[in-house]
């Protein structure tokens, strides 16, 4: 059995090559071609819990099983909140093919979902970039969703004025953009084209009221005691889910807060947009100014390995750049595709 450790899995990724397989695969998932029970998950009182996640997908000939710890109290540790591993089995077999350190995998495949979801989704005129969160996922974020836009600014917010200038020094070389660090997450958003949210914070940090028409977000936080995306920002908008079977489902799959929208109002996948069969398959949008249908991603419900949610702004509602006032009319609600 081939046994890959973490930096040899490190060494072995192509990021560009991951997201176009994820591209595949989540086209594949949404079709029904593949198969992808729901996780399960052991849980550990007061500490985290352990959950695997089984796939198979005929078109890539893969047949694999993931096991991931997510232990909050790991932050700061020195030790990450995230740790896996993933065995390949032979498809025709059964036989156990290789054992893998998960965990970089992991950190990188829920960044490479974000650029896919920013590379469909976002307009592409989008030049600022705004990262929430200052630990593993916003550094992977950061590097994932640049390689999709040319971003000519990039804001950085943490609730750790250090560990957002320490991750700001250390990215700054990588990326060919300015990179700031933000006073507040606030400020990030609102001047943001793009915002990747990853933080565990159970209070929003971002708000429906902070977002310009148009603006795209990816949400990856993670906390049973709330969400980073306030529930005005999912009700105003489009939801479109990885899997609306996960997104659906009670915990561990999908923990749903008050407020949160109905089943109804989560009416598209991401995997059926980036499939090239889709028959209204639709590619970047327009510049702003023209006919605005571009989509903002939000995953306020942490899914496993094929999950995002992104949400599309109601066209024409909202405020201009700069302007005060919320985004929006209260009791509207954008048109939905499915």
């Known amino acids: 059995m081939l046994i890959l450790s973490r930096g040899e899995v490190e060494s072995a990724l192509d990021p560009e090559a991951l997201i176009e397989a994820l591209a595949g695969a989540m086209a594949d998932l949404s079709a029904g071609r593949a198969s992808m029970p729901l996780r399960t998950a052991a849980t550990v009182p007061g500490a985290g819990f352990l959950g695997a996640m089984p796939a198979f997908l005929p078109g890539a000939g893969v047949l694999e099983a993931k ?3 997510v232990f909050p109290g790991n932050a700061g540790t020195g030790l990450p909140t995230h740790q896996a591993v993933i065995v390949a089995f032979d498809p025709a077999t059964g036989r156990p093919e290789a054992l893998l350190d998960a965990t970089s995998i992991t950190e990188l495949r829920t960044a490479a979902g974000s650029a896919l979801a920013t590379r469909l989704l976002a307009g592409v005129d989008a030049r600022t970039l705004a990262v929430l969160g200052t630990g593993a996922q916003a550094r992977a974020h950061l590097r994932a969703v640049s390689r999709v836009r040319r971003f000519e600014r990039v804001g950085l917010a943490g609730r750790s004025q250090a560990r957002a200038d320490q991750l700001a020094d250390e990215v700054r070389d990588e990326l060919d953009a300015e990179v700031v660090v933000v006073g507040s997450f606030r400020d990030a958003v609102e001047a943001a084209d793009v915002v990747c949210a990853c933080t565990h914070a159970p209070e929003p940090v971002v708000r429906r009221s902070w977002l310009s028409p148009g603006t795209h977000v990816n949400s990856v936080g993670y906390n049973t005691e709330g969400r980073e995306v306030d529930a005005e920002t999912v ?6 889910v990885e899997s609306r079977a996960a997104a659906l489902a009670p915990p561990p799959e999908c923990h749903h807060h008050p407020g949160a929208p109905e089943p109804a109002a989560r009416r598209l996948e991401r995997p059926a947009l980036s ?3 889709r028959p209204d398959r639709r590619g970047p949008h327009p510049r702003r100014g023209r006919r605005d249908r571009r989509r903002a ?3 306020p419900h942490k ?3 094929a999950d995002a949610v992104q949400v599309r702004r109601r066209r024409g509602a909202g405020r201009r750049r700069g302007g005060p006032g919320p985004v929006g009319r209260p009791g509207t609600r954008p048109r939905s595709r499915g």
Do not use: E, F, K, N
Not at 235 to 240: H, I, K, Q, T
């Open 235 to 240: 009700r105003d908008a489009v939801v479109v």
């Open 297 to 299: 991603p939000t995953r």
């Open 303 to 305: 899914r496993g390995p």
């Open 67 to 69: 096991l991931v710890s």
């Open 275 to 277: 499939d090239p069969r």
